[in-house]
């Protein structure tokens, strides 16, 4: 993942944020959505965008682009800086492996202790029936 490229690649859309504010919220733009188009990426490696492309998925456009919005902060300088932080920190999630399973077998002592309580519950269960039968 090559990060400065990949910052050359975004897009950004100040849009006029929602809530309340006042007069000052109805002249200014300090919501910012960041656009990112993923299958046209240089910055990620092919197998980093197919595992973006499945992992994300929910969260793509048609077009396979990753939309990301901040209306935290009333500047919009701030908003830029937190919707970028977040949007590398979603990729860098993502972008991991995942660690390989490794298969486990019970303990021995686990085995006898799960045969013990069945064995209990069944008795449980004998002591249970009518006497007279």
């Known amino acids: 993942m090559d990060e400065a490229q990949i910052t050359r690649e975004l897009?950004?859309?100040a849009v006029r944020s929602?809530?309340?504010g006042g007069q000052h919220v109805n002249k200014t733009s300090s919501k910012v959505e960041l656009y990112?188009?993923?299958?046209?990426?240089?910055?990620?490696?092919?197998?980093?965008?197919?595992r973006i492309?499945?992992?994300l998925a929910s969260r793509l456009t048609k077009d396979h682009f990753l939309i990301l919005q901040s209306e935290e902060s009333r500047s919009q300088h701030k908003n830029k800086a937190l919707v970028?932080?977040?949007?590398?920190?979603?990729?860098?999630?993502n972008i991991k492996k995942p660690k390989p399973r490794k298969k486990t077998k019970p303990s021995k002592a686990a085995?006898?202790?799960?045969?013990?309580?069945?064995?209990?519950?069944?008795e449980k269960k004998v002591r249970r029936n009518d006497p007279l039968k």
């Open 36 to 50: 990112f188009d993923v299958e046209a990426s240089e910055g990620l490696s092919e197998e980093e965008k197919s």
């Open 11 to 13: 897009s950004f859309k």
């Open 84 to 93: 970028i932080a977040k949007f590398f920190e979603l990729l860098r999630e």
């Open 111 to 122: 085995k006898l202790k799960r045969l013990k309580t069945k064995k209990i519950n069944a």
């Open 18 to 20: 929602s809530g309340a």
């Open 53 to 55: 492309l499945k992992k």
